[in-house]
């Protein structure tokens, strides 16, 4: 069996955490990523959202199609590891496991190459901007994605905090549907001595936050959960003599299910409608980084519990979601499939800390694991 988490693999795995890019601009990681690809036995390799790619194995015979999805971006935030591999891109960094991802792929298309399916066909998508939500559905929206039928799709993400190797899985709900919202208002400024012929925004902000918390369900056990963060506030100056005239508010949103999110935003936004007609303030919205929920399938759960088992692997079924969002999401919504957990080791960083960095002893975990859904997948 070939070990990937020493040698080449892990080496590609540094060189992407050494040069890593934001949603949208990975096109040097994406370079890399062919480099590796125009090495193996591949039956096509594709650019799909402009700094993406999708690749191809198919086997001899009639099958399932099954799509396998690595997340590419990194992240805004300084690194503070002083490793060789460390970040030499000033502000950004893969303190999320995207090159960790990314590398699984590319070591699954190695052994598709070597050892290749019977059946059906394999799709492995190396996919750009999933940090800002964009991303997998740029990729349905590609014209190439018109011809692929996909029976199952799979992907995974790292744990910290789950211990070395194991698999964590859910059927249901796997991560959270989020979302953030931009309120900006446009009251009238006024001298701070006569706030009556002014109109302050502070005190409409006040009654949207206070809403929000009566809105929000915390009770994680219960399928109505609903949780609104407020992230940034600011109105006015400072100016002491001045009453502020305008103000901008930044929430995010967080539920089990997508219907149970636009149900509560929309309750929010006709209360603000209400209290900034009576106030007579104008208000304008503007949503962000929109995830849905990973609803994994019991069929391609089932699928990677067999494959878990096969390799001896220790596994978790967890009882409630993760309240995260994360857009492979937008692939189970259309298609069959699931997300599953990679335990990354208890005293592993947290995921988006400036001293994170992917395991690569999990390299090996990874590839085995998808290889055996591969092989089973692709011939039910």
Not at 9 to 36: C, F, M, N, W
Not at 126 to 155: C, R, T
Not at 158 to 167: A, F, K, R, T
């Amino acid at each position: 069996m070939q070990n990937f988490g020493q040698g080449h693999l892990a080496d590609i795995r540094k060189t992407i955490h050494s040069k890593p890019e934001l949603s949208g601009e990975e096109y040097e990681t994406q370079k890399v990523i062919r480099k590796e690809l125009e090495k193996l036995n591949c039956h096509a390799i594709t650019e799909v959202a402009t700094t993406g790619l999708l690749v191809e194995f198919k086997g001899k015979k009639p099958g399932k199609s099954v799509l396998f999805r690595g997340d590419m971006d990194a992240l805004p935030i300084d690194e503070i590891n002083e490793f060789d591999h460390r970040s030499k891109n000033e502000g950004v960094a893969h303190t999320c496991g995207h090159d960790g991802h990314t590398a699984i792929m590319l070591g699954v298309a190695m052994k598709l190459s070597e050892n290749p399916i019977e059946f059906g066909s394999v799709y492995i998508l190396f996919q750009p901007s999933e940090e800002n939500g964009k991303g997998a559905q740029m990729v349905l929206d590609d014209p190439h994605w018109n011809n692929l039928k996909i029976d199952y799709a799979f992907s995974v993400h790292n744990l910290p905090g789950y211990d070395m190797h194991q698999i964590v899985t859910k059927n249901g709900p796997f991560t959270a549907s989020a979302e953030s919202m931009i309120i900006k208002i446009k009251g009238k400024t006024s001298h701070a001595a006569e706030p009556e012929k002014g109109r302050n925004p502070a005190y409409l902000i006040a009654k949207i936050l206070t809403k929000a918390e009566e809105l929000a369900i915390s009770d994680t056990t219960s399928d109505d959960f609903f949780l609104i963060t407020p992230v940034f506030c600011k109105f006015g100056e400072k100016a002491y003599g001045t009453s502020a005239g305008k103000g901008e508010l930044h929430l995010t949103f967080r539920s089990w299910t997508t219907k149970k999110m636009k149900e509560s935003r929309e309750e929010l936004v006709d209360y603000i409608d209400k209290q900034a007609t009576e106030g007579r303030f104008k208000v304008k919205y503007k949503l962000l980084e929109s995830f849905s929920t990973n609803r994994n399938s019991e069929e391609a759960v089932a699928l990677i519990r067999d494959a878990a088992k096969k390799l001896e692997l220790d596994q978790n079924e967890i009882s409630e979601p993760f309240k995260w969002g994360e857009d492979f999401g937008v692939f189970t919504q259309k298609f069959s499939g699931a997300m599953f957990g990679l335990g990354a080791g208890l005293k592993t960083p947290a995921l988006h800390n400036p001293d994170y960095d992917f395991p690569d002893e999990l390299l090996d975990t990874g590839v085995n694991v998808f290889y055996e859904i591969a092989l089973t997948a692709t011939k039910k």
